[in-house]
C-alpha cells in the first residue's frame, strides 16, 4: 500500500512536469522606473509596464510567469540594481529562463553592458530575452538585429526621448500654474521659498500699479514710458541688472522705458493675478523662438497675489484696443504720399539705440528723419535730420568706398598671379593629400583590429585600448584634415577678383548717385551723431579689411 500511495504521489508531480515542459520558459518580467520618468505617466510608469507584460506573457503559449522584478528610480545606466539582482540570482538558481522588458531602454542604457547580456552572458546562461516594444525575441532573432536597436536608443533616443520629456515635464509645471520663466514680471520677484511662485516685489509693484493707472486714464504707452523716464525709475532690464540676474554680460539696449516695455506690461495678466505661460514657443526647424497667439498662451488663474484688479485689467485692456485702432487709422494716413524711404530701418540714434523714423511734411516736401524716442527718452540729444543731406553725406561715403574696393581688386589679381602665392596653395594641397593617406591608413588599421579580435589574438581589454587609440587617431587627423581645407578655400576665396566682399563694392563703380540696392547690400548700418556727424557701419566690415589688409601685404 505504502508503494502504491507512493506512486500515486507521483502522478501530479509528472503532470507538473509535463505542464512546464508546455511552458518551456519561466519568464522574470521585469519593470523599471527612471530617475527622468518621474511625474510622467502613460505608459511609464510601474504599473503600466506591469499589466503591459503580464498581458504579453499570458498569450504566450510557452511561457509561464515567474515573477515581476521591480527596480524604482534607478538610472538604466549600470546592472547594480536590487530588482535585476534578483532576477540574476534567479537564472543561477534554475527558477528563471526568460526574462521580459517593455523596451530596451527599460532594461539599461549602458551599451556595453547592455550588449554583453544580450550578446553573451544570456545566450551563455540560456536565457531567452524580450524585449515587446522593439519586437525583439533571441528565440527568433540574432543577437545582431537588437544591436542595430541598441544603438539607434544609445545615439538618437536617449537624447530626444529625454528633451522630450523634460518639454512635457515643462508644459505639466505651467499648467499647474508654476512660474518657470527665467525672471519674474516686473512688480514681483520669484519666491525664495518656491521658485516657482511668484511674490510681490515692494519695490517695483506700485509702478506697475501706476503704469495701469495711467493707462485707464487714456494716458498713451509712449507718454507713460517718458513719465517713467523722467522720474528716473529704473527700466525692467536695468532693474534686473541691479539685481545681478544676468549670469553673462547683460545686453546693452534696454537702458529706458520704451512703449514696448509698457505695452508688454499692460497686455499681461499676471497683474491681475492670473500665471501666463507659454507665450512663446520654438520653431521646430529653426529652432527659433516665436510668440504664439494670445488665444494660446497658458494661462491659470489665481495662481499668486494680484496687483491690480480684474476690473482695472480689464478696463486697461478696453483702452488699449481702442488707442490700437485709432492708431491704425493715422499711421496710414501719415503714410500715404510718402515716396520712397532708401535709408529705411537702418538709421539709429545713439542715445536711445533706436532705430529713427522717416517722415514728410507734404505742403513743403520737407523730407527728414527722427528719433521718436525722444518724446520718451529726456536724455536724447539726436536733433531731427534733413533726408537730403543725409543721402548726399552717405554717397560720398560710398563713392570713396567703391574706389577704394577698385584698388584692392587690381591688387587681388595681381597677387593671385604670383609665384609665391602658387607656391604656397600647391603646399597646402600636398599636405591635404597626406592627410587622407594617413586617414585612409588609419581606418585599414582600425578594420583589422576587429579581426584580431575576432580571432582571439588580443583581449577585450587590449581591442578595446587599441580602439580608443585608433579612433582618437582618425579625430585628430580628421580636425587636422578640416583646418587644411579652410585655409585652402580661405587663400582661394580671398585671392581673386571675384573676392565677394570686394566685388560687392566695386561692381557699384559706375553709380551716379545713391540707390535702395547699394544701401541693402553695403550699409549695415548709420549712427546719426547730429546733423554734421554720421557714423556708417559697413556690412561685413571686418572680413572687408582683412582682405584690403592682404591684398596690400601681398597676401603674405
Ligand atoms: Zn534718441
Redesign the pocket.
Known sequence: MARKSRKVQILPASEAVAVSTAARYNAAVYVRLSVEDNNLDDGYSIEAQRDMLLGFIEVQEDMALADVYCDNGATGSNFDRDGFNRIMDDIKGGKVNAVVVKDLSRFGRNYIETSNYIEKIFPFMGVRFVSVNDGYDSERDSAADIMVTLRNIVNHAYVTDISRKIKTMFTIKQNNGDFIGWSAPYGYRKSEKNNNRLVIDPETAPIARQIFEWKAEGIGMMAIARRLNEMGIPSPRQRNIAMGRYKNTPPKDGQFWTDATVSWIIKSPAYAGHMTQRKFTRNSVNGRQIQLPIDEWVVVRNTHEAIISDELWETVQAVTKKHANNFGVNRRKRNANKGENILKGILY?P??K?AMQHKVDPKYNYRHYF?Q??RA?PN?T?EPIKEAELLEAVFAAVEKKITAAVDTQKLLVKVSGSKAHLDRLESIRQSIRNANMAIKRNAALRGRLFDTFGDGLITEAEFRQMKDDYTAEAERLQSGLAELNREHARLTSVFTKDNERIASFAKFKNQKALTGDMVSELIEKIIVHGAERIEIVWRYEDEYNAVCEMAKAGGV
Open positions: 540714434c542715445c536711445c533706436k528719433c524716442m525722444r527718452n536724447c539726436t
